[in-house]
C-alpha cells in the first residue's frame, strides 16, 4: 500500500469515529430524549428549585392559623412531587382581606390564585379579576362536585372556581326535648317550633330554646333559614312576617340565650344539650362532628340545602402570569385523597362525592364524612348576584354589635327597620373597573 493511501485510509478512520463518540459527548444531563426511536432535538430542562428558574405562584388564603398550617404542611408535599414550582401562601386576617387581594391586582402584583368564600366569587368574576376555572375540571371531576357547591360559581357560561370544601351551619336538636314537645323531629315550620316549645315550656319552664351567637351573622341566617325559607334566607332579602316573629323570639327569649364564644362556653353548651337543658343549638359542622352524641339530631333539607354552605372555593386571578402551575396546584389541592385527609385534620365537609363513605359503609364520623350528610346539600343553592356582598357587608355590621343582654324587643324592631329600609336599594357595582348604576 502506497504511502497516500495509507494515509487517507487513517484520515478516514479517524472521521468514523468521531462521527460515533459526539453524540456521547455533551454537558452532564443533556442527554437526548428519543420520541418513537427518532432522536428529539428537545432536552429535559435541568430546573433548579433554588433558583430563579422555577416557577413561583402566591396564593392568597384567610382562615385560622391552625387551618393554615395544615395548608402549608399539604404545600410541601406538593412541592416535594413539583419541584420546578416553589408556592408562596399568604394568610391575611378576614376583615381585609377581601380589599387587600383587589387592590394587590389593582396595583399589578396579584396573587395567582385566591380562596374566597362561594358566594364572593361571582363579584370578584364581574369585576373582571377573575380566570374561568373550566380547564381544571378533567375527566370526572365536573360530575364528582356537590352541585350546591358549584352552582354558586357559574357565571357567563363558565364555572369561576374549583370547590374546596364546606362548614354550614347547623340547627342542632335535642332529641329527647322533641319527643317531649310532641314534635318527634325537627320542626318543619316555624309554626311548629312555636308549638313544641310552648308544649315544653309548661312542663319544664327552665328549658331554653335555642343557643346562638347573634354577634355572627351566619348564625342569625342559619336560624332564619331553618324553617322552609332557606333559598330566600341566604338571598339576604327584605325581612318577612316570619322572619321578624324569629328575630322578636330571641329578644323575648334573650334571659335563655347562651352566645358561645370560646371553647370553654362551647363544651358548656353541648354539655347542656345532652343535659336535656337547651332545646336546640346553631353551630357549624366541624363542632357538631366533633362533640356528636345519640343526644342530638338534625334535619337534613328535602328540597334546598341550608342557608349557610360556608362553601369555599379556589380561583384564578386574571393577571397569573403562571397559569399552568396555578392550575396544577389547584388540581392536586382539590384531590379527593386530599379533602379526606383535610376532613380527617380540620373537620370541613369535602366537596366531592366520592370523598363520603357509601351508603351502607359504616365508618366513624370523624374519619370520613358519612353518606347522609350529602342530603345537607340537596338541590342547587341559589346563585348569588354580584350585589350578595354588599348586602351580606351591611348584614354582618348590623348583627356585628349586638348582644344577647342587652337585645330587647326595642332594639330588634330597629334592626328590622334599619335592614328593610337599607336592602330595598342596592349600591352601584364596580364592572371591570367601572361603577356599574
Not at 5 to 24: D, E, N, Q, R
Not at 120 to 132: H, M, T
Not at 355 to 365: C, D, L, Q
Request: glycine share 6%; net charge neutral; aromatic share 10%.
Amino acid at each position: 500500500m502506497s504511502r497516500r493511501k495509507y494515509v487517507l485510509m487513517l484520515i478516514g478512520v479517524f472521521l468514523i469515529c468521531s462521527a460515533l463518540l459526539v453524540p456521547m459527548i455533551g454537558k452532564p444531563g443533556s442527554s437526548a430524549t428519543t420520541w418513537g426511536g427518532v432522536a428529539s432535538v428537545k432536552k429535559p430542562p435541568l430546573i433548579d428549585p433554588n433558583n430563579e428558574a422555577a416557577a413561583t405562584i402566591r396564593i392568597a388564603v384567610s382562615m385560622s392559623e391552625a387551618e393554615y398550617h395544615y395548608w402549608l404542611e399539604s404545600n410541601e408535599m406538593f412541592e416535594m412531587k413539583h419541584p420546578a414550582v416553589k408556592v408562596v401562601i399568604v394568610n391575611f386576617p378576614e376583615n381585609a382581606a377581601y380589599e387587600a387581594w383587589k387592590t394587590a391586582a389593582q396595583s399589578g402584583e396579584p396573587f395567582d390564585v385566591m380562596l374566597l368564600y362561594n358566594n364572593r366569587v361571582g363579584e370578584f368574576a364581574v369585576q373582571g379579576y377573575l380566570l374561568p376555572a373550566d380547564e381544571i375540571y378533567t375527566g370526572d371531576m365536573l360530575s364528582d362536585q356537590l352541585e350546591a357547591l358549584t352552582n354558586t360559581l357559574k357565571w357567563n357560561g363558565s364555572l369561576w372556581g374549583v370547590p374546596v370544601d364546606s362548614n354550614p351551619m347547623l340547627i342542632v336538636w335535642q332529641s329527647e326535648l322533641l319527643k317531649r314537645s310532641g314534635l318527634n323531629k325537627p320542626p318543619d315550620t316555624w309554626e311548629d317550633y312555636i308549638r313544641g316549645y310552648n308544649a315544653l315550656q309548661s312542663a319544664l319552664p327552665s328549658v331554653m330554646p335555642i343557643n346562638i351567637l347573634l354577634s355572627d351573622p351566619r348564625q342569625i341566617t342559619a336560624w332564619l333559614g331553618a324553617f322552609s325559607g332557606r333559598g330566600e334566607a341566604a338571598k339576604l332579602p327584605p325581612l318577612n312576617a316570619k322572619a321578624k316573629q324569629q328575630i322578636r323570639f330571641l329578644a323575648e327569649h334573650r334571659g335563655k340565650l347562651a352566645e358561645p364564644n370560646s371553647q370553654e362556653q362551647t363544651a358548656e353548651v353541648l354539655s347542656r344539650l345532652r343535659a336535656g337543658e337547651l332545646m336546640s343549638a346553631v353551630m357549624p359542622w366541624t363542632v357538631y362532628r366533633s362533640n356528636v352524641d345519640d343526644s342530638v339530631t338534625i334535619a337534613t333539607p328535602s328540597k334546598l340545602p341550608l342557608a349557610w354552605l360556608g362553601g369555599r372555593s379556589f380561583v384564578l386571578s386574571a393577571q397569573s402570569e403562571r397559569l399552568e402551575q396555578a392550575r396544577l396546584w389547584i388540581s392536586q389541592m382539590t384531590s379527593v385523597d386530599g379533602q379526606v385527609r383535610r376532613y380527617q385534620t380540620i373537620g370541613t365537609l369535602p366537596a366531592r362525592k366520592s370523598a363520603y363513605a357509601g351508603e351502607f359503609e359504616t365508618a366513624a364520623i370523624t374519619s370520613r364524612p358519612p353518606y347522609w350528610a350529602l342530603g345537607l346539600f340537596k338541590g342547587q343553592a341559589l346563585a348569588a348576584d354580584p350585589y350578595w356582598t354588599a348586602s351580606w357587608d351591611r348584614w354582618a355590621k348590623l348583627w356585628g354589635s349586638v348582644k344577647a343582654d342587652a337585645f330587647t324587643s326595642e332594639t330588634a324592631e330597629e334592626l328590622i327597620g334599619q335592614w328593610n329600609e337599607e336592602s330595598g336599594a342596592k349600591a352601584p357595582l364596580q364592572v371591570d373597573g367601572k361603577l356599574d348604576n
